[in-house]
């Protein structure tokens, strides 16, 4: 089995590969980034979010059921070379292949649903442009690092126990991408929580003190 194999595809592939297409085209155009930073597209990146994520988890603890109890490689932070052995072991000849469909269907939704929604809540409630610099590269960090990932992980499941050349590679540099996967997941949601906790004290602060200004002119009449 390699990754020719047509059967390894879906429909999900299709609408995970326009879905990233379209991720790219708000990252990186002017266009794109006026319509990522309009507030009316929230209700839409949040219920796609809601739409895409929950199905995905739904299949990670059906893939973990399958390997025994042992937890998928992205199912889970901080996994070492040794967890991918046990996992592809684990999961059988079948499982892999399992997996390795999930990986390259419904598991492409996942990656551009939660890039297009931080990205989209990011960019529709900071105005600093240093801050909105640093959200587009932290973005765009962890969403290729989950599409290498996503791409290399079928490619090692499908040949396993083929362990040598090229895929001992892929042993090494597997738990790396979901390093910077993860990491970018947290750095992201800090960055966007403390750019509200910002803009939530400068609207206080603004507001408390036209409400002052307006007693003291008040008082002087």
Known sequence: MNLLDGDLYSLHTVVGLFWS??????LYTARGVAISSSKWLLPVTTGLVYLSIPAVAAQVDALTVLAGGVQTLDGHIGYGS???????????PDGRWQYAYF???LDTLAPPAFAG???????????YPMIRRLLTVLVSIYFFSV??????MPVYMLAYPNEGGVYSLLYAVLPVLD????GCHGVLWLLVFGAWLYWCSQFLYTRLSNQKTATIEGGTE
């Open 117 to 127: 929604f931080v990205l989209n809540v990011g960019r529709a409630t900071i105005s």
């Open 82 to 92: 040794a967890h991918i052995t046990e996992f592809a072991e684990a999961l059988g």
């Open 21 to 26: 297409i379209a991720i790219v085209y708000l």
């Open 147 to 152: 599409l290498i990932a996503n791409a290399l």
């Open 179 to 182: 390093g910077v996967k993860y």
């Open 103 to 105: 990986q390259l269907g």
